[in-house]
């Protein structure tokens, strides 16, 4: 039932691409199957399964893995994405660095390059040279060449515009409309595909996280910047100009902390990592963590607090589990997700004491109707999940334009 | 490109019962039309628009609205629902009122019954007392019977589980798994569909208001209780508990006023109608619209002391359209809709002042990603917009349960 929804009007183009995504999707969710396996995961026909099977096996994308036979039945194949086809670059570009990610084309990680960027200065060609650098220590340490990369994609802070342009409200950045895919494509000569951090953590957590049991999620980033990937009936909700998310800035407190985005009072301000600081300062303004000078070397002071049994911190993170139990609880009261994964590097420092802290505060703040089986936790998703989220991206994109190239499309059409 | 959302898996019959009510949907949208109008409009092809108008004119939901010719051309039919074919009830079911309101298929109206409900009387019998004595008085406004009724649709308030059973957590009713559906079909012998209000306005929103021109919004009810219908891509966000919407419970002010719903600072405490009133005593303590007794005549009170410029209530609208602005900036900084409209009988009261005034506040709490094109009105949604959605509701129910029956079934499966 679609409930007078417009429903998104397939082309036969459309409809097909999808459905190679779908049978490539399942191989991710189930490992090596059986086009009988596929077909059941996927809802297709064994007909087109058996069909788009073909394709990706002629494309090389797929491999036949192993030949089995139950009893005295026929032989069949268990399929496998092939890793050897090709290599795809996932890229999540901070303020303060890059981290390059080389994957095979089953998204196994083979090879990471950082560059640490000065946060004060951020030039178009300083960025783009350290994306550059990142890379290409990337590709050398996953023992590949540039001619092997089908494809590129690139996480931006900030506003990225579907056209691939890229704005940034973050003070530290002042950039307004840079045409950030194009440059990369140039200097690169390859596939570029630039989005937003959030919707790259999402699509990892609905590929690799909680998205193998749940179809709708909110996955909430907290680190330098705050914010919510949204995934609801399997779908990442990206917003009219690709701007959905920003649950860092809707309100905590109206005219409470000033925060970087001009507005008072935003979720960031409170549980943000500078919201930590403001909140251990308030508390004990002598306390060492304090003096540290950057932002990571306060959250890992922060989480040997805790093991230590330090009471300042331990009361630090009272206040910022019940701020984040409040916030959560918005985002669930006004979505009715039924889970929530914490992920960032903030939230992968101290969730073993945030997670439970935040668990016991949240009825407080959930409605009734809203509470039943709804989970809390900390993402399960390996590495670096803004980079894989690219990579999955860039593997959609690379599928899709070989899947352009296919004799089989003809067929299809 | 799906971004490795799970695709939704249609059956045949699935597609079949989409493809059908798209085709009515477009109805609504564009009026009588030809089918060539109907494939265009829907995307769908002209042999499929050909098959299902010739089903819908066998059922008697279609009618030849007229022949027309355009130069030499072949002679084309004009199609269009057929309002006599059926009659469809909608019912809003609130605290102190039932309005009950008898349609055509077509979805005009034909009738309106209301009854009083007092708020503090609200056993299980008496709140279905009055809502069969609504339908009885609107189908004899209607000049029709019961007889001719393919389906009721109910509104009820609170939270409505999609199995049909409600729980409500406001004060005045204490609810707990009710079988209204039950309850209400045994005692109607009809067809009977239940829902929450905030998912009706919503589907008459996207139907008959900002629906037409866009296709995501958020759809923001002011009166005794607040929330806000969400539309995403043209999908009804209904949450994993059909709890979706309860933006009125969500923050504007850690530990600010008490709200009705046990937690403290939300945003129905502000800009509901008793939080007017807590706005209005804080600022004139004796002001005379304070000492009327109902919500309503004191929001009553409050528009005519805008008309004639009391100074007391001007600052009450600012301060309110404040409070909203700051709440709407949540809203769209989460989800990036490009639309929101106010609907509700508080909004329909105050929307000469509120909407303009929330319009130059927005700016200061929306992020400039999401600004530009950002619409904020008064729905332009006819009469009782929550009767309508659940007319809709309810038509969308009786046309599938007609489609099975019909003999197409067989050929298109
Ligand atoms: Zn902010
Ligand atoms: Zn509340």
């Given at each position: 039932?679609?409930?007078?929804g ?64 139950t ?24 303020e ?24 004060h ?24 060449t ?36 194009e ?24 590929w ?11 996955v ?13 009936n ?17 309100l ?65 993170l ?9 916030a959560?609880?918005?985002?669930v009261?006004?979505?009715n ?77």
């Amino acid at each position: 039932m679609n409930e007078g929804g417009r429903v998104a009007r397939h082309t036969a183009r459309d409809l097909r691409s999808e459905n190679r995504f779908e049978v490539l999707h399942a191989l991710f969710d189930l490992g090596p199957s059986s086009r009988q396996e596929l077909a059941r995961h996927t809802g297709l026909s064994q007909a087109t399964v058996t069909t788009l099977v073909g394709e990706f096996l002629s494309e090389g994308v797929l491999t036949i893995a192993a030949r089995e036979r139950t009893g005295v039945g026929r032989p069949y194949d268990r399929l496998a994405i092939d890793p050897g086809r090709g290599r795809i670059v996932g890229v999540d570009v901070a303020e303060t660095y890059v981290v390059a990610v080389v994957h095979d084309l089953a998204l196994g990680v083979l090879g990471e390059g950082e560059v640490a960027l000065d946060e004060h200065e951020n030039g178009q060609g300083y960025v783009v040279d350290g994306i550059v650098t990142a890379i290409a220590r990337a590709v050398e340490a996953g023992g590949t060449t540039r001619e092997r990369i089908d494809g590129v994609g690139v996480s931006m802070p900030g506003h990225v515009h579907p056209g691939a342009g890229v704005s940034v409200f973050a003070p530290n950045w002042d950039w307004h409309d840079v045409r950030i895919e194009e440059l990369l494509a140039a200097r690169l000569e390859l596939p570029v595909h630039v989005d937003n951090p959030l919707k790259a953590v999402t699509l990892s957590e609905m590929w690799f996280g909680a998205g193998r049991a749940v179809d709708s999620m909110a996955v909430v980033n907290l680190g330098t910047g705050v914010g919510a990937g949204i995934a609801l009936n399997g779908s990442l909700i990206r917003g009219t100009t690709n701007n959905a998310g920003e649950w860092g800035h809707t309100l905590l407190e109206l005219d409470g902390r000033p925060c970087r985005c001009g507005r008072r009072g935003c979720v960031e301000a409170y549980v943000g990592a500078a919201g930590l600081e403001t909140t251990l300062a308030a508390l004990a303004p002598d306390h060492p963590a304090l003096g540290l000078g950057g932002q990571r070397e306060f959250v890992a002071a922060v989480a040997e607090g805790l093991l230590a049994g330090d009471p300042a911190v331990a009361e630090l993170l009272a206040r910022t589990a019940r701020f984040l139990a409040a916030a959560l609880g918005d985002l669930v009261n006004l979505l009715n997700v039924p889970t929530v994964t914490l992920t960032g590097w903030m939230s992968r420092a101290l969730a073993d004491w945030l997670v439970p802290a935040v668990r016991a505060e949240l009825p407080r703040h959930v409605l009734p109707g809203s509470l039943p089986g709804l989970r809390v936790q900390a993402s399960p998703v390996p590495g670096n999940a803004v980079a894989l989220g690219m990579a999955a991206f860039t593997l959609e994109q690379f599928l899709a334009r070989l899947g352009l190239a296919s004799p089989a499309r003809a067929r299809a059409q």
